[in-house]
């Protein structure tokens, strides 16, 4: 299993949401969108094996943790707009402490984003923080890594505090490339290096 976890650090926190406005408006969710978009998309399939988490730090009810699960996505489509429409449905709705589902294969929570990352680490998966000044890829061998999860920021990036607790918890860093890169395009680097593998 893949797992990708982002801090959406302005991402948008209810459904009032303008479709014709994610970048501004919603606190950037078009940079979400894309990140779904590659997290699942292949050309006429879906990718089964992977599970992607936004928590979003926006207003007006931070935090708000979006979960999808690529197993049990359905009706999705890969444009932004399709991607957002499914987000706002889940934005709708009151986030607690219990994961709910909105519609197939999304769920959210009010999970903050370190407790996410310190339950993937407690049930023994291997944490990779994305990062452009990390140890270069190649220096990697995920042959033997079946659960992996990768931690992503956004246009902002995370805080020196969240940063703090990664190194803490043994995370190590990855660097994918000596340019900064999208965060979406960070996840289909890192899906074809895992494609490789199979
Ligand atoms: C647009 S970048 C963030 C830029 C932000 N100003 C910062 O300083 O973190 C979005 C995320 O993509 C990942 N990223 C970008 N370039 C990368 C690289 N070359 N190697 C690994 N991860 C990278 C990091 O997780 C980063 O937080």
Redesign the pocket.
Known sequence: MKEFIIKANKAVTNGEINLKDLPGSSGRLDLICRCVNSAFFLSHDLRRDTIFYSVNYGNPNPPVALKFIGDELKRLSPDERSIAMFIQKALSKDASEIWKESTSGIYYSNHEFKEIILEKKNSGKKIF????N?KPLENFDFKNESDVVF????????SKEDEEFLEEIGAEQ??????????DH?IILVHNVLDRLK
């Open positions: 923080y994305l990062h452009l990390g931690i992503l920021g956004d246009h902002i990036g995370l990855i660097s994918l490339s000596p340019l900064e890169l999208h965060a960070c």
